[in-house]
């Protein structure tokens, strides 16, 4: 697979196994090759030299022998790593009660409760989950079961998760081998021109084939920050004419929150809020509880009626006490320390600091995004300079810092750290991304 056609997702930054280890420190040695006896093949690390990490601390992470990184790669921890409000809301759930949703008790309903607080009117039911992937998967079902269709588009690098049926819908895990028959794919919202009209042309033409082809259309999916695409946000607005055209042509549009959501965009809870409209089921996971497995579902009465008359849903351990507690926490912290104002503020100033950079440095092609979700394209001689890229993600590593690459072509630096990143951690990260594109 080469660079130019498209890069597996798990592929970016990925540590070479069949690399000689001898530069590398001895017990660093020793857990490598632990993790390939127990893993495998399915094992997956970040960097030429792989981290060791022992602790956390709010935006830090630290290594074994005392290195602190900078985290401006995991979105996970949004409220901060090992942030108090979350230690202490999970232990002491953890110490009372914790046991699959058949039962009743409060602190999973003053979550739902809460959680749904957030959402636009009529976006009032919500079920929960583990992980992005299963709210994912959960969202076709429920898409399909509505319309009885089986017809999905995504857009050209979309990732969605690791079911079966997400896999099928995310072509960032599968570059180079067809799209499955019931999905076709739209060009991603990035470049020049009016990208909302082209988004929806590209959408009614992919209905159509779906159609022609006897699948019919259920579903367009988006993640509304467009994360592995390599990240778009403007103009905000432009993701409405698509979502009238996947209504008007009898389907559904799903909002995939997982990497936007919880209000990483600066602005509101949710990406789809920026673009002005009201999705017919939205899905979440990754920030929902800083790292406790906890994901879902938020649809219409409706959507979730059939579904449930249809298939009924039972999830073992989603939204359990302990993650309920954790989601809690996490809401608690975005609201009452400003996250959502703080991620436009620190946002906007790291965007300055790289369109600075960009009119100094010729491989940044562009930069883009919203709040605390930033894109840094790289560019060589015009095309995609992914090779910049992975230099650029090591450089940072060398400098404590740890970040990561997207987009179809790899060559898109994502900036996504903890959303109490302040300031200061900003100014970190723009002085290290101008030393090391200078030093390249
Ligand atoms: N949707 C999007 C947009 C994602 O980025 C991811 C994870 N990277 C998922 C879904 C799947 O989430 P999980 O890994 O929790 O299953």
């Not at 006490?321 to 320390?337: F, T």
Request: with cysteine; proline share 5%; charged share 20%.
């Amino acid at each position: 697979m080469t660079a130019a056609v498209g890069q597996r997702i798990l592929a970016l930054n990925a540590f070479d196994a069949s690399r000689p280890k001898g530069d590398l420190p001895a017990a660093t040695q020793a857990l490598l090759q632990r993790r390939q006896k127990a893993f495998g093949p399915t094992s997956v690390l970040f960097y030429e030299r792989p981290l060791h990490l022992v602790s956390s601390d709010g935006v830090w992470l630290q290594e074994a022998d005392g290195t602190r990184y900078l985290d401006v790669y995991n979105n996970v921890p949004s409220v901060g790593h090992c942030n108090p409000r979350v230690v202490r809301a999970i232990s002491e759930q953890a110490a009372k009660l914790n046991i699959h949703t058949r039962y009743l008790y409060d602190v999973v309903h003053d979550y739902a409760d809460r959680l749904l607080a957030t959402f636009p009117a009529g976006l009032d039911k919500v079920a929960f989950t583990c992980t992005g992937s299963e709210s994912n998967d959960m969202a076709l079902r429920i898409a399909a079961i509505a319309t009885g269709k089986c017809g999905f588009v995504v857009t050209e690098s979309a990732y969605h998760g690791n079911t079966w049926a997400v896999t099928e819908i995310s072509p960032s895990s599968r570059p180079g081998q067809p799209l499955a028959p019931h999905v076709r794919s739209v060009r991603a919202p990035i470049g020049d021109g009016d990208v909302a009209a082209r988004l929806e042309e590209d959408l009614k033409a992919a209905i159509a084939s779906l159609e022609a082809d006897g699948h019919g259309f259920a579903a367009f999916i988006a993640d509304t920050i467009f994360s592995s695409d390599g990240v778009a946000a403007d103009p905000a607005g432009f993701l409405a004419p698509a979502a009238a055209a996947a209504r008007a042509a009898g389907g559904l549009f799903i909002a995939d929150e997982v990497q936007p959501g919880f209000g990483r965009t600066g602005h509101r809870m949710w990406g789809f809020e920026r673009h002005g409209v009201t999705p017919d089921v939205v899905t979440m996971g990754k920030p929902m509880a800083n790292g406790i497995p906890l994901g879902g579902v938020v649809s219409r009465l409706d959507l979730m009626r059939e579904f449930a008359e249809s298939a009924g849903y039972f999830n073992t351990f989603g939204g359990n006490p302990v993650a309920s507690a954790a989601g809690l926490a996490v809401l608690a912290e975005i609201e009452e320390r400003g996250l959502i104002s703080n991620a436009a503020d620190v946002g906007g100033h790291i965007l300055c600091g790289l369109r600075e950079l960009a009119g100094r440095h010729e491989a940044i092609g562009d930069v883009r995004g919203a709040g605390l979700y930033l894109g840094v394209e790289f560019v060589a001689d015009g095309a995609p300079a992914p090779q910049v890229a992975s230099r650029v993600i090591n450089g940072l590593r060398d400098r404590h810092i740890l970040i990561g690459a997207a987009g179809r072509h790899g060559n898109v630096l994502k900036i996504r750290p903890p959303l109490i990143f302040e300031r200061q951690h900003a100014d970190l990260l723009i002085e290290a991304l101008d030393a090391v594109l200078t030093a390249q």
